[in-house]
């Protein structure tokens, strides 16, 4: 008895989210907890939350922050081989996240392209290396031309959980002429 409780003890350790990578991690396990994680409807956290950012008070954003209306919603589509994300719904802002796997069957590695209010389609590969289940990092893929150039672009994407995965903080974060931009879109929801 006591061998299997000190087992169960060392593989709940092991498989904290805070220790594990998602390098360690199947890619599909990983895309599996996205599903549950990020799946359903998001609001804007109060004003008060917005930490290390300004982006809430663009005045498409600003009348949303600290209300009941969906400010991001993940749905499955494709038989679940996609999550998309909805972000700002039914905004002049508007834009759509698809995350998915390079094959669903064997999957090898996490994809996203991201349809932006910049009028571009950035497309992202998951920081296997980096990534945890508490911190999601998709690079811009380099091999693309958009993620090569000089254009600005949403470059880096970071989805944080934070309150037991009832806060979601999530960086789009641009670059102009191969540089970081200085200011980004940064917003923080709370699961409704």
Known sequence: MIKKTLLSLAI???LSPSVITAEEIEPIDMYEYMRTALG?????????KQIGTTAYKHEYVLPLVGTESTA??????GYGSTIQEDLLPNNKKQMVTMYHCDDYIDCTQILATH???KMNQPQF???????????????CNMETQLCKSSEDHVHKIILEFSDN????KSSYLGWTDQKPNKKNSIYH???K
């Not at 359903?40 to 008060?48: I, M, N, R, T, V």
């Not at 590969?125 to 690079?139: A, G, P, R, V, Y």
């Open 125 to 139: 590969i998951m920081d296997l290396k980096n990534s945890t289940k508490e911190k999601l990092i998709f690079n």
């Open 115 to 117: 349809y932006c209010s």
């Open 40 to 48: 359903g409807d998001w609001k804007l956290s109060p004003a008060e």
């Open 165 to 168: 995965g009832k806060h979601l």
């Open 12 to 14: 709940i350790t092991l």
């Open 72 to 77: 991001v919603a993940y749905k499955l589509i």
């Open 189 to 191: 929801f709370d699961k």
